[in-house]
């Protein structure tokens, strides 16, 4: 009660019925500073409360504490206001910040009233130029795409929150190497089977994340990551359906992850026949895994496990074994390297090698958190016929043969990477692939242009 009738009295300081009517004796905030007129307009819009009446009274100008009273209980309004109106609330609490932290309000407007959803997201722009390399009979190919992310978060409590994510092109898990980027000019995506419209935009993710004692829990569709460098596996891209925890064991950090990767995946040769072989295999995957990462001084290291099994047949499609290891040497310049062994069926070249080596150095800024920032990444690639599956290739229809699109290849990656600012980056790359067989497909040099807005 005695709280209210402070900030009542110190609003009827304020304005009279007609407006402002303020002396100029006070140096603190002087009669012609903007934040009188600001608080005006705030008054005559009803964002400001006077006496039982609706009015205010008298003409003593305002100290900065008594402006940082007005501010927050305008604040309270904040969700009452009109875009105008709230871009005047910013400004008198920035105005004031320091006077608003004295009396315990946040800078910007009350978390009471803050919208319980956020969105965040990000678009991105890429042009790449293709040059396939003798022994390829492709020609070059020269073609823009963009790919448009939307995140949303909801807070539930104090410990849950509810996420999504709003794709402009949403993956296929017949093919296992899927193109997130949408073509200029493109409708939906033409494949080997026949005109497919998964190129469609959709909501990909749907979880909710929530703490349960000392472990953090994600419960539905959410981001499937298997290996640090996303080259096994296109983390950022594909989902799975079922549970994640988190946790630590001393200075351990702990996830494991469980649940439906595919169900029911029926996969056709060019003559739109059923694949057999594949049906049987991919048809239905379970995925189950687990992750251990620490740090040791500058070293950074992460052991993994993910089984992607049928259960069904009780078959381990794929079976990989994980180790990354980054180390930075300074805040200018890291090294990673990773190892990964797929023990799975094997599904490539017979007696083929079942490992993928990658090794990334990076120069510069680590992170590009500011204008001006910039670093050079180059990385090497090795992956071995059976360790990593990519998707299936365009099988003839008297073939009988099942081999992936990509077995047995080398690829060395250039990039420079620049900040125009925070949230408005560039990427310049350029990428050689040699692979060991399927050459008419993969041979080729690769040159892109990306341009990322985050919001």
Known sequence: MRKAMILTLILAC?????GVALAANFTDVPAKHWAYDAVGQLYKAGLIDGYGDGTFRGDKPLTRYEFAFVTAR??????????????????????????????????????KNQPNIKFTGSLRVRYNITDYTAPSTKTSDVYGQYNLRLEAAAKVDD??????????????????????????GEAGQSTETGTSTYGNAAIDRAYFQTKIGTVNAAVGRQPL???????????????????????????????LTYGRFIKGANYLDARKNDITQFNNLFGDLDVRGADVRSNLGKLKWALSYYNFKNPERNLDALK?????????????FSLTGQLS???????????GGRN???LKAKYGNQTLGKKGDNNIVVQYVNAQANSVFNRLTNLPANSGMLLPDVVDYKEYIYQYNYAFSKNFTSTLEYAKVQAASNKDNNDKNQFRFITSVFF
């Open 356 to 358: 993928m080596y990658v």
């Open 320 to 332: 990989w074994s994980i180790a990354n290891l980054e180390y930075d040497f300074d805040n200018r």
């Open 74 to 111: 305008a604040l309270e309004n904040y969700h009452k206001a009109n875009v105008e109106q709230r871009a005047l609330l910013d400004k008198l609490s920035v105005e004031f910040a320091t006077e608003l932290n004295n009396i315990g309000v946040r800078l910007t407007k009350l978390e």
């Open 14 to 18: 304020l304005l009279s019925i007609g």
């Open 225 to 255: 990551k298997v290996d640090d460098l996303n080259f096994l596996f296109a983390g950022e891209i594909f989902n799975y359906d079922g549970v994640k925890a988190n946790f630590k064991i001393d200075n351990l950090k702990v996830a």
């Open 159 to 184: 410990n849950t929150t509810f996420n999504a994510r709003f794709m402009s092109k949403v993956p296929d898990k017949k093919n296992l190497n899927f193109n997130i980027w949408q073509k200029f």
């Open 341 to 351: 062994h797929n023990a799975g069926v094997n599904f490539g070249t017979a007696g």
